[in-house]
Nanobody
Framework: QVQLVESGGGLVQAGGSLRLSCAAS????????MGWFRQAPGKERELVAA????????YYTDSVKGRFTISRDNAKSTVYLQMNTLKPEDTAVYYC??????????????????WGKGTLVTVSL
């Protein structure tokens, strides 16, 4: 089992930045890929960014390319989401998730094995 705890959410003005962190604990059978999802009010949950175990392959949804950066520090069992140039439409609950499958499978199926409880990001005008 893997436990995931997000932090770093909050209120920020449009154009500002936030960095989300996700601390993982527990054990998995296989190396895990990680992802950040978000769900805005009245909308479906969407995959925002994902990263493979070694950190050398990433995925971003089109709306955040060039603004968000996902990274990981395996020594600290932590994944980060650096969010720059934030827009009001980025407002959502952001969830950290982990998968024992590949990055490609995460992107194709959006099916994860473990989920955090989420952290709220609110971007004001």
């Amino acid at each position: 089992q893997v436990q995931l705890v997000e932090s770093g959410g909050g209120l920020v003005q449009a154009g500002g930045s936030l960095r989300l962190s996700c601390a993982a604990s527990g054990r998995t059978v296989r190396p895990i890929a990680m992802g950040w999802f978000r769900q805005a009010p009245g909308k479906e949950r969407e995959l925002v960014a994902a990263i493979n175990w070694s950190g050398d392959s990433t995925y971003y949804t089109d709306s955040v390319k060039g603004r968000f950066t996902i990274s990981r520090d395996n020594a600290k069992s932590t994944v980060y989401l650096q969010m720059n140039t934030l827009k009001p439409e980025d407002t959502a609950v952001y969830y950290c998730a982990a998968s024992e499958t590949s990055l490609a499978t995460i992107v194709a199926r959006n099916v994860m094995d473990y989920w955090g409880k989420g952290t709220l990001v609110t971007v004001s005008l």
